[in-house]
């Protein structure tokens, strides 16, 4: 069975599994700041028409999986969900006394998920079991 959705003239199916990390890696995503990072997400991907399928936030790196219209392009998509959540992120948690509003790298890791859906999924879910045993991870 196949999850399509249409839009005017295009039927398409656009998920992707995307890792960004904190500046300088730094062990930031915790308590507080991880839970309301989690519902920022969840509200910027509600204004734009993005799905958020799947995300977990570990103290140093995001791993989410999202699906959203091609007329979006991934690149846009990325900056506006990063930038966005570092402007409300900084707003509430951090010290203005710090200078800028930069909580995430530039960069970003991105992989079109197509058919392996469940099995990106079960791999976001499951990060801090697979970061403590790397060894457990079955991808066949």
């Known amino acids: ?9 295009v039927r ?13 890696r730094r062990k930031a995503l915790y308590g507080r700041l ?16 993005i799905e958020l399928l799947e995300g977990h936030a570990m103290v140093d790196h ?5 699906s959203f ?8 998509v990325v900056g506006f969900l990063k930038g966005k959540s ?29 058919l392996d859906e469940k099995k990106v999924r079960e791999y976001t879910r499951n990060q801090e079991k697979l970061d403590k045993d790397p060894m457990d991870l079955d991808f066949e």
């Not at 398409?12 to 300088?24: A, N, R």
Request: aromatic share 16%; hydrophobic share 35%; with cysteine.
């Open 1 to 9: 069975m196949r999850d399509w959705q249409t839009v005017a003239h």
């Open 69 to 76: 219209p091609p007329r979006y392009s991934i690149a846009n």
């Open 12 to 24: 398409w199916q656009c998920k992707y599994h995307i890792v960004w990390v904190p500046k300088y």
């Open 34 to 49: 991880r839970r309301r990072f989690g519902q920022i997400l969840k509200e910027l991907c509600r204004q734009r028409g």
């Open 86 to 114: 570092a402007i409300r992120l900084h707003r509430e948690f951090i010290d203005n006394k710090t200078g800028g509003k930069h909580f995430c790298f530039r960069g970003y890791y991105v992989s079109t998920v197509g």
């Open 62 to 66: 995001l791993h989410v999986c999202l």
